[in-house]
Nanobody, 120 residues
């Protein structure tokens, strides 16, 4: 049973940066595509980014390209989301996800979520 634990969320002013981390345990981390989704208040869950096991295939929500960067360290069983130039509309609960095929709305495993709040 894979367990995912996010960290790094918090309150930041617009224009600031945060780096989210997601530590995995209980499985062979490199077997999984890893990714991030987010859910803002009153809205559905939205895909943010995903990365394959080797790191050579990466997907982003188009509107986030250039501000968010996903990466992974398989030796540490950890995936990261570097978020720069944050905007109030980035405020959401950010979830880490793992899936054997692709990260989307339905995934094999989810983290508990970490709150990101961007003040204007």
């Amino acid at each position: 049973q894979v367990q995912l634990v996010e960290s790094g969320g918090g309150l930041v002013q617009a224009g600031g940066s945060l780096r989210l981390s997601c530590a995995g345990s209980g499985g062979t981390f490199s077997n999984y595509v890893m990714g991030w989704l987010r859910q803002a208040p009153g809205k559905g869950r939205q895909f943010v980014a995903a990365i394959n096991w080797s790191g050579n295939t990466i997907y982003y929500l188009d509107s986030l390209k250039g501000r968010f960067t996903i990466s992974r360290d398989n030796a540490k069983n950890t995936v990261y989301l570097q978020m720069n130039n944050l905007k109030p509309e980035d405020t959401a609960v950010y979830y880490c996800a793992a899936d054997r095929k692709r990260v989307g709305q339905v995934n094999d495993y989810w983290g508990q979520g970490t709150q990101v709040t961007v003040s204007s």
